[in-house]
């Protein structure tokens, strides 16, 4: 692997989950708005600690290369599940971006599990 691919794949793999990871803070600290929001989207509230707990668990898992595989597949579900439920107004122009947007992310996580953690990562400390 050239010096490029092993700076490449542990930056692509922080700048993809800390957006999640920063996500998941957010909702915490703002926990009833969020709660509000899903359930005006009739998705129910009651679902809003599995979701924080995907962006950060999962979120932090990318980030450190640790099962970076099965955390990348599942916020490659995650984003796409919340492009259709939450951005599919394909009417509004933001709500298109945030779609588009969400699934790029999907696609970036995709290649993730293609070819796993690269170098500097738990995974491929423990020779996975």
Known sequence: MNQIQSIAAPAG?????????TSGFSKISGYAATQGYMEAMGVPGVLLPLVIAVELLGG??????????????????????????????????????????????????????????????LDNRQGG
Not at 13 to 21: D, S, T, Y
């Open 60 to 121: 932090l898992a990318v980030m450190l290369g640790w099962h970076t595989r099965v955390a990348a597949f599942l916020l490659a579900g995650f984003s796409i599940l919340s492009a259709l439920l939450f951005h599919a107004n394909f009417g509004d122009q933001m709500q298109m971006i945030m779609f588009m947007k969400n699934l790029g992310l999907a696609g970036g996580f995709l290649m993730i599990v293609s070819l796993g953690a690269g170098p500097y990562s």
């Open 13 to 21: 793999r922080i700048l993809l989950a800390l957006m999640f990871v």
